[in-house]
């Protein structure tokens, strides 16, 4: 057996310990009763321990180096597998145990002051949290080491290869058409009745035209399942197991719909990772930024297309009766109609990176040191007035609105808008192909998703985004075809 | 730290391990996708060689001896956890990880060619895999080792302390009354028309009247939930949460009613063992002939008695219309109609045990040689005959009906009936308390589940299952009150 081999082994055995992880995840937030948490924060971190001192330990960085020495061409999946391990292995061990157990011993303090800070709209509640995080995070980009600033190296942990220094270029070379257009949607939009496709929308009929469509877009049932939680994901539980979940609004059927749809682009992703390379690299999502550009793709380039819902209208209308009043035109204006607003997980196409580059430059400063914590109401709600001519009344529908730093999770929002341009970029690019075009246009995606398979999912982890944007598309990620999207589908007619 | 403290530390990670063995058993028996198993199934086998790798280690072994040498009351708690645990290291030490891999490897096929007997109706499908599992049973048998016979330490498995002979004598005791009580209800309930309860009832209503009737008798839900399967089972997850399944027959709604009465009260045991002893054998249910007692009492003496049903009945009424035609008797005719059928899992409460008796006396005859798998199809049709008067028309509906063979489970059949007399035993006693009883003849079952959480749940397994019975009803395990409680329920009007 070479040491690749045994490595592969190594790896995939601490793959069958995290996949017994995501299955304990999932059932805590889908089914789990209440009582059951005690326990399962105990099975949870008993399985992160192992695979820690499994990923770190003396076994896999020898057999690790001696697959190193081996030789191979460096273009071949083995090498790409082998340079993955040893930066995720890199990563691991320059963090010591003890930081580890302190980020989770503050972080499962800071989630709980969130709660309660957003609650009672009182950040100085979540503040002296937030700073320890700050101070966490500082530490790691340090251990982890940087290139030009500590954010970059935080960045990297979501986006593989990524620089702030790129991605604050790109975020500033999007801004001014971005306000432009956003301005100009929310303007247009006001023409629209804000209460168009109200209506009552039993749960059960969401979930059949839910189904329905998921399985139109390529969702594979029998490798997957959808359920209900408070918030909406996609996750593994293990090769051939990929569960998604959404939540329902009884007034709008759109809400769970465009969910599904947006998860399931995640869960497809998941499901065209090669099967056989389960637990390695090359059988792995790459980043968060091209993860999303896949159920950005499925839920806004496809979902919220006219030829989509000339297709799927009546069957929604045979569904729920009172569509029947609204004409294409009438409930194409209904699904995207902009509006400036507060929250970021409600808001429209339009306007939504607004929230993200907002987040990324607050971030940012956070993290350089320039902004202090205790300033962080001030300078968020001077910016959203920038950016949205609006302020926030509380800091609840502010700078306390998200989960993602009280669990540590800064340097992840800047995805979400690198998600939105890949999406518009391997939408384009895929569209040019007259074979998936030509099916497109009567609302059958499946060349789109042979294309996607091919291009982004069978790749794995094997390159890095940037490679991997250049490869499907001829490009490393630009802002113009999002924004091109954006014109079209908001402004031109 | 104390030899016994640091036992009880490594008792509790085994146990962490195998509890989330549970949450995936549990996830591949309600919501798993088809395309999930292979994973699964390697998450699964993952897990329990650790458990088994920790269970026998040097570390749990020599920490175990050197407990056992520390100075401690013979009656005291601590002294009745390294004596079980002794015994089940005895247990596991003895069999060859290459015997439990074959084991696995022949239980997987078995359960296949079951199926598919089952489905054909024809044994000799499945005779060579019964074969296989019998000369595994024995093999096992020979290493842990037996007084009279092999059967014992089969026996043993399920039912601690249990003797063969002794189960034997009961059976043989019980049987000449039992079949005369059964044949006399069958002879009654001829009266009663078969379709006397069918009807129309919705899923959802059966699901509102079950979570109802759970919640009253005292099943936690904050620490436990429903979900639905083909085959009906109590699991627990963990420390706070114990999971129950059942079915729904839409035109019957005491088939899903009484299989979660049954249930409930397997999780109510569950629920009721010491929640600090979580992992350890005071935390841990004896038997499952003590655990079967606790399902059988809620389901059968609480469930479908009169009073039960006389507070109940206006509910279940309101739910379902059809319900209002049938007075009290009618209904309760219904209920407890007695039938001689072929399906041990479809019996009713007057013929269920001559199931067990002819199952309990085919494979003991089978272990100890003197039955050849060629011949049980025979021997179970001549028995069958000579206890209902019937004979299977074919083997689907004979020796080919139960799974527990195909799963190597030899020894587990006569815990039913060791059950329904622990039930009747237990149940006889506590309403001799005043308290107890008066609550009862009101439907009003919080004194009854705090006596028997006093009396066996909160013994975890510090007692042998004959002990337990001895202190909790003064004597152990007989037929009597059994029955008595037949007679009186079959034959008393």
Chains 1, 2 share one sequence.
């Not at 820690?52 to 960085?61: E, S």
Request: proline residues 4%.
């Amino acid at each position: 057996m070479s040491a690749y081999d045994s490595l592969c082994e190594l790896a995939r055995e601490i793959s069958l310990i995290n996949s017994t992880g995501s299955v304990l995840g999932w059932d805590q937030e889908t089914y789990m009763p209440d009582k059951g948490l005690n326990h399962r924060a105990r099975q949870l971190s008993y399985l992160s321990g192992r695979a820690h001192v499994l990923a770190t330990g003396k076994k896999f960085r020898t057999t690790l180096e001696k697959a190193e020495k081996e030789k191979r061409a460096l273009d071949s999946k083995e090498a790409a597998n082998i340079r993955v391990m040893r930066e995720e292995l890199e990563r691991a061990i320059r963090i010591p145990t003890k930081l580890v157990e302190e980020e989770s011993t503050v972080t499962t303090h800071a989630k709980a002051a969130w709660m309660d800070a957003r609650k009672k709209s009182e950040f100085p509640l979540f503040a002296p949290h937030l700073d320890k995080l700050l101070g966490i995070a500082r530490k790691k980009a340090d251990l982890w080491g940087y290139e030009d600033e500590p954010y970059d190296a935080l960045l990297a942990g979501y986006e593989r290869g990524a620089k702030t220094r790129e991605v604050a270029k790109l975020f500033t070379s999007l801004k001014p058409e971005l306000t432009e257009i956003a301005r100009a949607a929310v303007e247009r939009s006001k023409r629209v009745p804000e209460n168009i496709l109200r209506g009552k929308y039993p749960i059960a009929k969401q979930q059949q035209l839910n189904r329905e469509v998921a399985e139109s877009i390529g969702f594979d049932f029998d490798g997957g399942r959808i359920d209900t939680t408070t918030h909406p994901f996609c996750t593994t539980l293990g090769a051939g197991d990929v569960r998604l979940t959404t939540r329902y609004d009884e007034s709008d059927f759109t809400s769970s719909l465009f969910g599904v749809m947006h998860e399931a682009g995640h869960g497809m992703y998941e499901q065209g990772l090669p099967l056989d390379d389960y637990g390695l690299p090359s059988g792995t999502a790459v980043s968060l930024g091209i993860h999303e550009s896949q159920s950005r793709l499925w839920e806004n380039h496809v979902g919220r297309s006219r030829v989509f819902w000339k297709k799927w209208l009546p069957r929604a209308a045979e569904l729920f009766p009172n569509l029947r009043k609204l004409t294409l035109d009438k409930f194409l204006a209904g699904v995207n109609r902009a509006e400036f607003s507060f929250i970021r997980v409600e808001a429209d196409e339009a306007t939504y990176d607004l929230h993200i580059l907002l987040r990324f430059e607050i971030e940012r400063r956070m993290v350089s040191g320039e902004l202090k914590v205790a300033d962080v109401p001030t300078a968020w709600n001077e910016e959203f007035k920038s950016l949205f001519g609006l302020t926030p009344p509380d800091d609840r529908r502010g700078c306390l609105q998200d989960i993602h730093w009280s669990m540590g999770g800064l340097g992840y929002f800047a995805t979400y808008t690198l998600g939105n341009l890949n999406g518009a970029q391997l939408f384009s690019t895929a569209m040019k192909q007259r074979k998936i075009g030509d099916a497109a246009a009567k609302a059958e995606y499946a060349p789109l998703l042979v294309w996607l398979r091919d291009k982004v999912h069978a790749k794995g982890s094997t390159l890095l985004p940037r490679e991997l944007m250049r490869v499907a598309t001829g490009r490393e990620t630009q802002p113009k075809w999002h924004l091109g999207h954006l014109r079209t589908r908001f402004l031109s007619c």
